[in-house]
Antibody
Framework: QVQLVQSGAEVKKPGASVKVSCKAS????????MHWVRQAPGQGLEWMGW????????QYAEKFQGRVTLTRDTSITTASMELSRLRSDDTAVFFC????????????????WGQGTMVTVSS | EIVLTQSPGTLSLSPGERAILSCRAS???????LAWYQQKPGQAPRLLIY???SRATGIPDRFSGSGSGTDFTLTISRLEPEDFALYYC????????FGQGTKVEIK
C-alpha cells in the first residue's frame, strides 16, 4: 500500500540542526511532489516547502527560507528535511506528505501523510 | 499570503447531529485548490475533501464540501462517534496555507 514512513523522534539543543527522513513506498517516488508540514504542540498546520523528487528542485515557505533544506535520495525513495539553527519554538511534529503528480496540469491536495516526527528543542 | 479563518473554533454537538464548519479566505481561492482534513490526537491529518466538494477515497458520504471564492463549508450530515476530531481547511491556490482548525467535540 502507499505509505510514507518517517524517522524517529529527536531531541536537540538550541542552535543545532535536525534532519528528518521520510521513506516512500507503494508508488513511484519520482512521480509526486513531496511537501513538509510543521505542527507545534496544540497548534495548527504550517507548510514548510516542497521538493520535486525527480529533479531535486525545491520551493520553501518564506518563513523557513534560509533555515530549511529539502533533499531526496531516489535510490532509496527517501525525502529528507533538515532544519538548522533550531530554537525552542521549533519544537513540533514534522510531517512529510504527498502532493501533486509532477505531470499534472494543476496542483492537488495532500493525500498521503507520514506518521509525523516529534522534534524537541531544549537546553 | 492567503489567510484562512475557520469558525467556530469549537463545535459542541451530540452524535447524530449535523455539523457545519466554515472556512473564510482573505482573498479568492480557486475552488479546485481548497481541501479539508480531519486530524485526531496523535495522528497525521487525513484528507477528506479536495476541489472544495469531492470526497477523497474511502470517505463516507456523510461528509460533504461546498463553496467558492472566499467562503467554503464542510458539512457532516450525521455525526458518528469517530467524527469528533479537529478539522482544517487548506488552500493551495496561492502558496499553501491552512486554517487554524475547528474542534468538533461531544456535547
Amino acid at each position: 500500500q502507499v505509505q510514507l514512513v518517517q524517522s524517529g523522534a529527536e531531541v536537540k539543543k538550541p542552535g543545532a540542526s535536525v534532519k528528518v527522513s521520510c521513506k516512500a513506498s507503494g508508488y513511484t517516488f519520482t512521480d509526486h511532489y513531496m511537501h513538509w508540514v510543521r505542527q507545534a504542540p496544540g497548534q495548527g498546520l504550517e507548510w514548510m516547502g516542497w521538493i520535486n523528487p525527480d529533479s531535486g528542485g525545491t520551493q520553501y515557505a518564506e518563513k523557513f527560507q534560509g533555515r530549511v533544506t529539502l533533499t531526496r535520495d531516489t535510490s532509496i525513495t527517501t525525502a529528507s528535511m533538515e532544519l538548522s539553527r533550531l530554537r525552542s519554538d521549533d519544537t513540533a511534529v514534522f510531517f512529510c506528505t504527498r502532493g501533486s503528480r509532477l505531470a499534472a496540469a494543476g496542483k492537488s491536495a495532500f493525500d498521503i501523510w507520514g506518521q509525523g516526527t516529534m522534534v524537541t528543542v531544549s537546553s | 499570503e492567503i489567510v484562512l479563518t475557520q469558525s467556530p473554533g469549537t463545535l459542541s454537538l451530540s452524535p447524530g447531529e449535523r455539523a457545519i464548519l466554515s472556512c473564510r479566505a482573505s482573498q479568492s481561492v480557486t475552488s479546485s485548490y481548497l481541501a479539508w482534513y480531519q486530524q485526531k490526537p496523535g495522528q497525521a491529518p487525513r484528507l477528506l475533501i479536495y476541489g472544495a466538494s469531492s470526497r477523497a477515497t474511502g470517505i463516507p458520504d456523510r461528509f460533504s464540501g461546498s463553496g467558492s471564492g472566499t467562503d467554503f463549508t464542510l458539512t457532516i450530515s450525521r455525526l458518528e462517534p469517530e467524527d469528533f476530531a479537529l478539522y482544517y481547511c487548506h488552500q493551495f491556490s496561492s502558496s499553501r496555507t491552512f486554517g487554524q482548525g475547528t474542534k468538533v467535540e461531544i456535547k
